[in-house]
C-alpha cells in the first residue's frame, strides 16, 4: 500500500500514545477518517455509512497502538489501520472507496499475518479482538463487487509499505522519526489543552 507520512503523523502517534490526550487524538482524527472515506462513498450513500465508520475507525485506533507498542514502525501500525479498513470496504461492497484492489488483500493480510493471528483479525473479521464497542449495521452494496471499481485504488504495491513524503519521494518502510515532534501539529490538536511532555511511545 502506499501511504503518506509527514510530521502531522508523527505528532499524531505521539498524541496517540499519552495518557488523557490520547482519547482527544482519536476523537479528532476518527471524525477526520469519517470525513475523509465519507467523501468516497457512492452519491447519496454517506449518511447511511457514517456512523459505522464513525465506530469502526474509533476500533482501529487501538489497534495502531498495539501495533506500536509490538514494535511496528509508524508506518506499519498505519498501514495495518488501512489494511483493517479496507478489508471492511470489501466486505460491505465499497469499492469505491477501497485503495487497494480486492486482489491485493490477500497479500496485505500475509505482510501482517503474525500481527492479524495474534489478535484475531481475518478478512472477514477486520476488527478481531479490538472490537470493544458495537459496530452500527450498514447497507451494503455486494453488486459493486462484480465490476470491481476502485477509483481510489493503488495497486502495485502489495509487497511492502511505501510512504510519500511532502518532498513526494517515495520510500520503502517510510520516514526516520523527528526527534522532536510537537503534538499540537496533530490533526484538531491545535486549540487542545495538551502539556506537551516526554511521555510518548
Known amino acids: 500500500m502506499k501511504i503518506r507520512q509527514n510530521v502531522r503523523h508523527f505528532a499524531a502517534k505521539k498524541a496517540l500514545t499519552m495518557p488523557v490526550v490520547g ?7 476518527v471524525d477526520l477518517h469519517v470525513s475523509v472515506f465519507g467523501k468516497k462513498a457512492a452519491e447519496g450513500r454517506r449518511a447511511e455509512r ?12 487501538d489497534a495502531y497502538v498495539a501495533a506500536l507498542e509490538e514494535g511496528y514502525s509508524e508506518a506499519e501500525a498505519r498501514e495495518i489501520t488501512h489494511v483493517q479498513a479496507n478489508f471492511d470496504f470489501f466486505n460491505h461492497g465499497w469499492t469505491e472507496m477501497m485503495e487497494i484492489p480486492s486482489d491485493e488483500l490477500e497479500a496485505h493480510y500475509e505482510r501482517y499475518e503474525d500481527f492479524f493471528r495474534r489478535h484475531g483479525i481475518t478478512i472477514a473479521d477486520p476488527l478481531g479482538e479490538f472490537r470493544t464497542r458495537e459496530i452500527p449495521d450498514a447497507p451494503s452494496t455486494p453488486e459493486r ?14 509487497d511492502d509499505v511505501y510512504v510519500e513524503g511532502d518532498d513526494g519521494e517515495i520510500r520503502v518502510g517510510g520516514g526516520e522519526e523527528p526527534g522532536d515532534v510537537d503534538v499540537r501539529a496533530a490533526p484538531g490538536m491545535r486549540d487542545a489543552e495538551v502539556e506537551d511532555d516526554d511521555r510518548s511511545a
Not at 50 to 61: G, N, Q, S, V
Open 23 to 29: 482519547d482527544i487524538a482519536t476523537r479528532k482524527l
Open 50 to 61: 457514517e456512523p459505522h465508520l464513525e465506530a469502526f475507525f474509533d476500533c482501529t485506533f
Open 145 to 158: 463487487l462484480d465490476s470491481a471499481e476502485h477509483p481510489h485504488a493503488e495497486g502495485g504495491f502489495a
